[in-house]
């Protein structure tokens, strides 16, 4: 992996690194121009060191920063959370763990509770939400990330459906602390930036979901649960196919369905069941169905239905709050029954992906 700089621009191997195009909790994406075969993708550039820090497995754990796009990170201090801007939660920018106890869930972007986080967000003393309360975490899912990230790897070469995004090609240098990613590129970006006062007509959100649904099923299909589904994870390309990308919290099962226990996504699309108090074990696919349903009505009324500066109060929320749509807009009755049934707030009852393939609006 040969860096270097020619007339400003990064030189990566065949690829010539241009403008950002994406930035998460992940890191950021860059359109890449391949100059053997003329053709841009899109450069998904990790940090190693960041990824060691987060984990707490790296010298000085990294400090709980909330990363919004507006402002600068600021530092929040462990007893209390700054107060998000509805906007900056909405902005699902990350939120880094550090290994010292939260005393409530970073509200804003995405998050890895571990294990024993229970629904008020603060880690249990017994737990002191210390290395032990991240490593739990990380060892129900791998014990360091670069094993989290080869797994992602791994389940993004075996992937090949047109709903999901392509994995082209890996470039990691013993030597760069930075870890490449080549995906194909969706020229159109995020179907939707939330919130907006401009959401997407019926028609346009039924062709983009039909997509999703398809793409899910397949995960699905393929043992894996997608964990956090929501519009920036949902890219769109010129031809108007939708693929589902970042397979970064993503969980591999056995069997017939995932049964969880550690809570992982972002605040406002996570499922009611994983954020109980005194929850059990709970279905991967039944939640990710509840993130499409969030994700649904993000794009139809521009907003998720549940919304709290505070994070707590979102949990509240989102397990206790009875669905509302907005008397403004004139959705179909159909749309309305749809998504009710997937913000269903008891998994056991909510609509499955197969029903949610028959149903009226998903077949008009
Ligand atoms: C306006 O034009 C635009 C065209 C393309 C983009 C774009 O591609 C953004 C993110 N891309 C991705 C992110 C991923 O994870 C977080 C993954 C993954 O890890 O699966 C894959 C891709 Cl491609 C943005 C703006």
């Known amino acids: 992996v040969s860096m270097e700089c ?7 191997n065949q690829y010539r690194l241009k403008e950002d195009i994406g930035q998460g909790s992940y890191g950021i994406v860059k359109l890449a121009y391949n100059e053997e075969d003329d053709i841009h993708y899109a450069m998904k550039i990790l940090s190693k060191k960041k990824l060691m820090k987060r984990a707490g497995l790296y010298g000085r754990p990294a400090p709980v920063r909330f990363l919004s796009a507006q402002g600068p990170a600021q530092m929040c201090s462990v007893s209390g959370l700054p107060q998000q801007t509805a906007a900056q939660q909405q902005q699902q920018q990350p939120c880094v763990l550090s290994r010292r106890p939260l005393t409530a869930a970073a509200s804003v972007g995405r998050v890895m509770m571990p294990r024993s986080a229970s629904a008020a967000g603060r880690i249990p003393s017994s737990s002191h939400g210390s290395r032990n309360s991240v490593t739990a975490a990380w060892n129900e899912r791998s014990q360091n990330p670069m094993d989290q990230i080869r797994r992602e790897v791994a389940i993004l070469r075996k992937l090949d459906h047109p709903n ?12 760069d602390d930075h ?6 590129l969706l020229e159109k970006g995020e179907i939707l930036q939330v919130p907006t006062d401009t959401p997407l007509e019926e028609h346009v959100a039924r062709a983009y979901f039909r997509d999703i649904v398809l793409g899910l099923e397949y995960l699905h299909f393929q043992k894996i649960i997608h ?9 769109l390309g010129n031809n108007g196919r939708v693929r589902v990308a970042d397979f970064g919290v993503c969980n591999e099962f056995h069997g017939s369905d995932a049964l969880l226990s550690n809570t992982a996504g972002t605040p406002a ?5 994983a954020l109980m108090q005194r929850r059990g074990m709970y279905s991967g696919k039944a939640a990710d169905v509840w993130s499409l349903g969030i994700t649904l009505y993000a794009i139809v009324f521009g907003d998720v239905p549940f919304r ?27 749309l309305k029954d749809l998504i009710s049934r997937m913000l269903t707030k008891d998994p ?7 029903e949610i393939k028959e149903h009226p609006w998903v077949t008009s």
């Open 348 to 354: 056991s009852l909510r609509i499955t992906v197969p």
């Open 269 to 273: 699309f996570i499922a009611p069941e």
């Open 179 to 184: 870890l490449y990613m080549a995906f194909e």
């Open 227 to 235: 964990r956090d589904v929501k519009p920036s994870n949902l890219l």
């Open 164 to 175: 999901v995004v392509k994995l082209v090609e890996v470039l990691d240098d013993p030597d």
């Open 308 to 334: 709290d500066d505070n994070i707590l109060a979102l949990y509240s929320k989102i397990t206790s709050q009875p669905l509302q749509f907005p008397s403004a807009f004139n959705v179909s009755e159909d």
């Open 6 to 12: 020619k007339d400003g621009y990064t030189q990566l």
